[in-house]
Every structure is written in structure tokens, then in C-alpha cells.
């Protein structure tokens, strides 16, 4: 079937996939937003009140409907999954998540989609695993959010300590999107000079600026029970990229191939997107320490996903 290159579908319309859906919507990027959700009355409430802000901005439909709607579609945004409580781990939910993730791909699929999947879903680099290999879509189809948002939340507490706003900030958080992620110090540029060179004698707290970034999520749950605002529009900056066939290098999970020795799991490494999804992935320059800790974080998600494998119900 053909893709309606217009059409974005979200599957989970929770404070994630609305909240994404309403980014969108503001955006202008898509003609057509379609919410599914298994609990259709949450869909519909959740397309009828971003519908209501829509005449109000850009031109666009928004509605709830059904995987049906999947098979033209440019995206399907994967936001379906189970959500953390207080400090519950992104890879304690793994078990959940990876269910739901399994039903929804299996849906998805089953509508005869061919376009590219954005996985949200929780923890993100093995629930981007489990979903591509049960789309059965090559792995540069198949895009997690991955350490997007935490790339972001590390450029912004740069930018704060280096007086410089954070769009002035270059720098990678890669790995997994939890505890074992890596502030990959030695890819941080400001206007093309490197961290040490651009501090001169000064001296920054990296360490708390990386345990900062990496409890982030845990500091915004405890205090209003969710995160929605960061990762949408993350979601959207992926989309966006997809969409207007940017060409531009973001750090988002895929399925490694053997960059620093790491294949055969996903997790986060700065990557080329386009319209095709993902074009290229690159390994940039890091440290002895900064690749220890991604081959770490590669084993930890290795053993998430092979946990999972039996886990169909
Ligand atoms: P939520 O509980 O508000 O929403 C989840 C939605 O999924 C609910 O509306 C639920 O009805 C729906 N759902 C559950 N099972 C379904 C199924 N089988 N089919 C269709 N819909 C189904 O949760 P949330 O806060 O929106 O978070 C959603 C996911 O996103 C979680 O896994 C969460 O951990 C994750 N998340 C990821 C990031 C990131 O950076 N990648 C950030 C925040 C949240």
C-alpha cells in the first residue's frame, strides 16, 4: 500500500503519545495525526481536546482511530508501554513494556505498515529491540528515542555552566537511556573548540553534571509522577528529521553493527536520519573510559532483552 506521506500515527495516548500528538499538532508537520489507545475513550477525549487547540494553530486533522490507520502511515509513534513510579528503573518495567510493545508491533504490522517506527516506549533501547525484531523491518526503520532527551538535558546543564546558550553546545550522552548511559565528555564542542580547550584553567563538576542528567527523570517523576514535555519533543525533533528528510545527526537507539565492538543490541550512537529513517551510524572519537562504559551499558542491555525473549504474555 501506498505511505500517505501526511499521515502520523501514535499507538498510546497517555501523557507521552498526547503530549507528543499536541507538539506535533503545533508543529505543522503532519496533514493527520491519528491517537489509538487500548482504551479507546482516552484516545478519543485526548484527539478531541488537541482537535479543539488545532483551529486555534496550524492546519491539520486530529482524531483517534484504529490500526487500520497504520498501514499508509509515514510513522507510527510507539509511546504504548508501562510507565515508572517513583525510583522504579526503566529496565524494572522491561517485562511489561515488552507485552504490550509485542501486541502493538504485531498490530501495527498486521495493517501492513511500511513506513518507519519511532519507539518511546520504556526502557527504550530494548523495547526498540524487541520491536524491530518483531516488525521484522530492516533496523534503520526502526528509530528509538533513546538518549535524544538526555543529550538535550546534558547540552542544557552545559550551557548553563558554560554561560552560552545550549543550542551553542554540541555533546552526546550515548549508550543506554538509564543508569548506564555515558556522558560522552569528549564529544562536547562550543563552536568548534573542545570542553578542556574552551574552560582554559576553569573547572566544571562533570561528574555531578552526569549523575544530574542521568537522575533527571527520576527528580521530574517524583514530583509531578510522570515526564511528558522532554521526550515529546524529542519525539517530534526524530519525526521532524524524518519528515523533511534532514539529514541530521542525532543520538538515538539503534541496532549497533559493530562500532566499537558492540552488535547485536540496541542502544544509543549518533545517527544520520533522513526520510529513510536511519542512513548512517557514526562512532565518534571517545575516550578509553567513555567506550568501556557503552561496551557496559551494551551488556546490560544485551542481558534486559535476552530476559525477554520468552516473555509473550
Ligand atoms: P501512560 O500510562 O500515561 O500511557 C500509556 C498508554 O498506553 C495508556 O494510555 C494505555 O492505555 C496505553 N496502552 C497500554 N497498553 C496498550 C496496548 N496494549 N495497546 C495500546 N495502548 C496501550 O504512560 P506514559 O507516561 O505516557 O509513558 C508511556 C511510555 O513511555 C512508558 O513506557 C514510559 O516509561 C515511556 N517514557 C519514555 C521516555 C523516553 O525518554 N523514552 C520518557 C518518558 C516516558
Known amino acids: ?20 500528538a499536541y507538539a506535533l499538532m503545533l508543529r505543522g508537520l503532519f496533514t493527520e495525526i491519528v491517537l489509538i489507545d487500548a482504551d479507546e475513550g482516552r484516545a478519543t477525549a485526548e484527539a478531541t481536546d488537541i482537535a479543539d487547540a488545532n483551529a486555534l494553530a496550524r492546519p491539520g486533522q486530529i ?5 487500520a490507520d497504520a498501514a499508509d502511515a509515514r510513522i507510527v509513534v510507539l509511546t504504548a508501554g508501562a510507565a515508572t513510579h517513583g525510583d522504579e528503573t526503566r529496565l524494572s518495567v522491561a517485562g511489561r513494556s515488552a507485552v504490550i ?7 501495527i504490522m498486521q495493517a501492513g505498515f511500511t513506513g518507519i517506527l519511532v519507539v518511546a516506549a520504556n526502557p527504550v533501547d530494548a523495547m526498540t529491540q524487541i520491536a524491530q525484531e518483531a ?5 534503520d526503520r526502526v528509530i528509538g528515542t533513546g538518549t535524544l532527551l538526555d543529550s538535550a538535558r546534558f547540552r542544557q546543564r552545559l550551557a548553563s555552566q558554560l554561560k552560552v546558550a545550549p543550542a551553542a553546545v ?18 562536547v564542542r562550543i563552536g568548534g573548540v573542545a570542553l578542556d580547550s574552551f574552560l582554559g584553567s576553569r573547572q566544571i563538576p562533570r561528574a555531578t553534571i552526569a549523575e544530574d542528567v542521568m537522575r533527571a527523570a527520576y527528580t521530574i517523576v517524583h514530583g509531578k509522577g510522570y515526564t511528558s514535555f522532554g521526550i515529546a519533543t524529542a519525539i517530534v525533533r526524530i519525526c521532524e528529521a524524518i519528515r523533511r528528510d534532514e539529514r541530521v ?5 539503534t541496532r549497533a553493527d559493530g562500532a566499537f565492538g558492540i552488535e547485536g543490541v540496541c542502544l544509543s550512537l549518533p545517527c544520520l536520519i533522513g526520510s529513510e529513517g536511519i542512513l548512517r551510524v557514526l562512532a565518534p572519537d571517545l575516550s578509553e573510559v567513555e567506550i568501556e562504559g557503552l561496551r557496559r551499558s551494551a551488556d546490560i542491555l544485551k542481558r534486559v532483552v535476552a530476559s525477554l525473549s520468552g516473555a509473550s504474555d
Open 63 to 67: 482524531r483517534s482511530g484504529s490500526y
Open 249 to 253: 545527526v542525532l543520538p538515538v537507539s
Open 170 to 187: 554540541e555533546a552526546l550522552i550515548l549508550g543506554e537511556h538509564g543508569d548506564s548511559e555515558v556522558a560522552a565528555f569528549s564529544t
Open 135 to 139: 516488525a521484522g523491518l530492516a533496523p
Open 1 to 20: 500500500m501506498a505511505v500517505a506521506k501526511d499521515r502520523i500515527v501514535i499507538v498510546g495516548a497517555g501523557h507521552v503519545g498526547a503530549t507528543a
Open 101 to 107: 510493545v509485542r501486541e502493538c508491533v504485531a498490530n
